[in-house]
């Protein structure tokens, strides 16, 4: 079966420190990878989006930034992180469409909360 | 890019009651509608989806329907129950495209005993 690990799980961090959230995925092959971030009392805000190694896709313009060293490995970085970067950051992955499939259903990490203070 | 409206932001109803949920989107090529529900402090998890071939899906008490033409899509839930307090966010992909969700802002339902 499929799983899905992120950490940590909880963060607090310093103005100007840097950030590495890691993701990685177990029991499949190839899959879309996402990283979205959760503010209080907001919805679902996708950061970053890949479709395979060295794909990423960045959906918002801001001080974060993401790698896919490894098929299932997904990392959400930063040089410096600001007071506006606290909020719960969620991994997903999906497995890409094949024909005569027709679930792409995401499944979420546990996620991490990151307190920028 | 797609853009996904959620409506409203907070519902509470008397338990029994019904809740419906509405959203709207933006991009016609989008062909995968996914409700997700996130309970407190848990991952959201995906309760029904709906497919642009199709206007209206069910399963026992959970349904959506969807209006491909004013591009919008709801969910229904029936003789609500504590238990379905949570967070509900509707979600928008090009299936067999981008494959990317397009999450709305979520809905926050509470069920009054």
New interface residues.
């Given amino acids: 079966s499929q799983t899905i690990h992120q950490w940590p799980a909880t963060l607090v961090q310093p103005v100007g420190s840097p950030l590495s959230l890691e993701c990685t995925v177990e029991g499949t092959s190839n899959p ?1 990878l ?1 990283w ?1 971030r959760q503010a209080a009392g ?5 950061l970053f ?1 890949s ?1 395979g190694i060295g794909q990423i ?1 960045s ?1 918002v313009p801001q001080n974060l930034s993401a790698s896919r060293p490894q098929d299932r490995q997904f990392i959400l970085s930063s040089k410096k992180l600001l007071l506006s970067d606290s909020g719960f950051y ?1 991994c ?1 992955w ?1 497995s ?2 094949r024909r005569g499939t ?1 679930n ?3 499944f ?4 991490t909360r990151l307190t920028v203070v | 890019g797609e853009n996904v409206e959620q409506h409203p932001s907070t519902l509470s109803v008397q338990e029994g009651d019904s809740a419906v949920i509405k959203c709207t989107y933006s991009d016609s090529a989008s062909n995968y509608f996914p409700w997700y529900k996130q309970e407190l402090g848990k991952r959201p998890q995906l309760i029904i989806d709906i497919r642009s071939n199709v206007g209206e899906k069910k399963d026992q008490r959970i349904a959506v329907t969807l209006n491909k033409t004013a591009k919008h899509f709801s969910l229904h839930i029936t003789e609500t129950q504590p238990e379905d307090s949570a967070v509900y966010f509707c979600a928008a992909s090009y299936y067999f495209g981008n494959e990317k969700l397009t999450f709305g802002t979520g809905t926050r339902l509470t069920i009054i005993p």
Avoid at chain 1, 42 to 46: A, E, F, I, N
Avoid at chain 1, 108 to 111: K, L, R
């Fill in positions: 879309n996402y979205y907001r919805g679902l805000q996708l989006y479709v896709s959906e969620l997903a999906s890409p469409p027709l792409t259903e995401a979420f990490g546990q996620g």
